[in-house]
């Protein structure tokens, strides 16, 4: 098969490979559409690696590990693939753990499908696992006023974050993003107190504007929960000072750290690798994922997360009340199309858009 390795310096380098096997647990997908992320060329130079980058996958099972109970080949299904491991998506076959497979429904196309893997799986974690806010399953009541920042709310991940957060009941939410706004209002609930920041105010005004906005919406004792979905700029700090130097705030990025932040915050970081990793290795045979002891049943829980949310996600789509992010799609295939949308990345000419690539 035909695959892509993505050097340092933003090359991608086209060679053959061959199809690979799955594990006990895993599923090998033909590759239809792959989503294409920042990390994918910004890894490649923090961490001088090279490597298939790819990790949304869209396409239909090819064949399955011994112990996989829920996919069969032919079904239509995305995944997010193993961060740094082998059988990528910018591949014509790709490797996906069965707990982060999960299958499309006919409403959605695959082009959609490759939208959501890594960027939802990103908004869940942040707002489920690290804020601890109520899951969609047990929204709050209509009546309770449950502020939520949100910044970098046009991105994929912002905009799945205020999906997830509406299917909760979560409000008001605080929207901080720039030229995506006019997106992003289509996302809020008005009427519930949810309002847009414009971050290019900067500053004491963007700290003005979300302390305004929450006090418009009738929370006069402030926001206590964020997700910086951009992490950049100094972005931390003026959200830390909106909150008072109080409550939980979750990052996407490692920049905030060391940079003087509240010693009284909850400040976690969100990296959509721990639901393979989770909070520490193990293996057993066949290089499956222990079930072990200690670091195990940490790891456990964070995978068993994923299963339930990427469920959750399917029956969301089917019913509708979460949607696949607005995407470009660049052609040229393996051959010029990931590399080109790559570049547009780099260059910083996405906007509210997620760009996928026909393989």
């Known amino acids: 098969m035909k695959e892509i390795i993505i050097h340092p310096g933003l090359r991608a380098e086209l060679i053959e490979s061959p199809i690979p096997k799955p594990q006990a647990q895993q599923v090998v997908i033909k590759v239809l559409v792959t989503g294409i992320n920042q990390k994918d060329w910004k890894f490649p130079d923090w961490t001088s690696t090279s490597i298939n980058q790819g990790d949304d996958i869209a396409g239909t099972i090819h064949a399955v590990g011994r112990d996989v109970l829920e996919f069969k080949p032919g079904d239509r299904v995305a995944a997010l693939h193993e961060l740094g491991a082998p059988?990528?998506?910018?591949?014509?076959?790709?490797?996906?753990?069965?707990?982060?497979?999960?299958?499309?429904?006919?409403?959605?196309?695959?082009?959609?499908?490759?939208?959501?893997?890594?960027?939802?799986?990103?908004?869940?974690?942040?707002?489920?696992?690290?804020?601890?806010?109520?899951?969609?399953?047990?929204?709050?009541?209509?009546?309770?006023?449950?502020?939520?920042?949100?910044?970098?709310?046009?991105?994929?991940?912002?905009?799945?974050?205020i999906k997830l957060a509406r299917a909760a009941n979560i409000h008001p939410i605080l929207a901080v993003c720039g030229a995506g706004a006019p997106y992003v209002r289509t996302l809020l609930d008005g009427s519930a107190g949810d309002a847009v920041i414009d971050y290019r105010a900067g500053g004491a005004d963007l700290m003005t504007g979300i302390q305004n906005a929450a006090r418009e919406a009738g929370c006069s004792e402030g926001v206590a929960d964020a997700f910086d979905a951009t992490t950049a700029e100094g972005s931390w700090g003026h959200l830390a000072d909106a909150m008072g130097g109080r409550g939980k705030m979750t990052f996407v990025l490692f920049e905030w750290m060391g940079k003087g932040l509240p010693a009284g915050m909850e400040l976690t970081q969100t990296h959509v690798g721990v639901v393979h990793s989770g909070g520490g290795g193990g293996g057993e045979e066949d290089g499956e994922k222990g079930d072990g002891e200690g670091e195990g049943k940490r790891e456990n829980a964070v995978r068993d997360f994923a299963f339930?949310?990427?469920?959750?996600?399917?029956?969301?789509?089917?019913?509708?009340?979460?949607?696949?992010?607005?995407?470009?799609?660049?052609?040229?295939?393996?051959?010029?199309?990931?590399?080109?949308?790559?570049?547009?990345?780099?260059?910083?000419?996405?906007s509210a858009t997620k760009y996928v690539v026909p393989i």
């Open 308 to 350: 339930v949310y990427l469920r959750l996600l399917t029956r969301g789509l089917r019913d509708g009340w979460m949607t696949p992010h607005p995407y470009r799609v660049v052609q040229g295939g393996l051959s010029t199309g990931v590399e080109e949308a790559l570049g547009e990345l780099k260059a910083g000419k996405a």
């Open 87 to 161: 059988g990528g998506s910018y591949a014509e076959y790709a490797t996906a753990w069965d707990y982060t497979t999960f299958h499309i429904p006919s409403r959605t196309s695959f082009e959609e499908a490759a939208t959501l893997p890594l960027c939802y799986t990103t908004a869940a974690l942040a707002l489920y696992h690290n804020l601890r806010l109520p899951p969609p399953f047990r929204p709050l009541p209509a009546s309770t006023r449950h502020p939520l920042l949100i910044h970098g709310a046009s991105s994929a991940v912002g905009a799945f974050a």
